[in-house]
């Protein structure tokens, strides 16, 4: 019985090493976070920082690979540092009460393309939590990957921006993230 249990332990702990992947971390300085909206029609943009979180990616074993990231959000640079300090108020991402914007995969499948693929996960804001999917790449590189994809949500799914009719509902994130 004894030979029994000890093979049993020792066959789960195998399965758990083969099904094991390196935990990533975000690098700050060579990872950035992007978003373009139009206001009064014409496209402006900004960046967050404060890039931190964990992923688990192997591309040969999308089952257990996991994005669960946070960027801070009075990071919020537009280049102007009225329109930031507006952008920190309740209205739009009231950073007193949110002080972070993240996301955390749900599921990670291959795409038809070499060296792409779809996440599916919550993107939470503002205390709203709403589901979003979009095609990325993974780029083996110095010992780590660089991640890139864009998506597009709707600012008022969110609660940010009131009911302002001169910034446009949609707009489009880019991210490029090298993770080691």
Do not use: W
Not at 29 to 55: A, E, P, Q, Y
């Amino acid at each position: 019985m004894k030979k029994i249990f000890i093979l049993f332990v020792a066959s789960v702990v195998c399965a758990n090493l083969l099904n094991a992947q390196a935990i990533l971390l975000p690098v700050e300085k060579r990872s950035n976070v992007h978003f373009v909206i139009k206001n009064f029609g014409i496209k402006t943009g900004g960046d967050f920082t404060g890039l931190t979180g964990m992923i688990k990616f192997d591309p040969a074993k999308l089952a257990n690979a996991v994005f669960e990231v946070t960027v801070n959000a009075s990071s919020v640079d537009t280049d102007n540092s009225m329109r930031d300090d507006h952008l920190k108020k309740t209205e739009y991402f009231d950073v007193a009460t949110f002080k972070t914007i993240g996301f955390k995969s749900t599921k990670i499948t291959l795409s038809s393309t070499a060296g792409r693929f779809y996440v599916f996960g919550d993107l939470t804001m503002k205390g709203v939590t709403k589901p979003v999917e979009f095609a990325f790449g993974a780029t083996p590189k110095d010992g780590g990957y660089v991640f890139d994809g864009t998506f597009s949500i709707n600012r008022r799914d969110f609660g940010v921006g009131g009911k302002s009719i001169s910034i446009s509902d949609n707009l489009t994130v880019t991210l490029n993230v090298f993770a080691k």
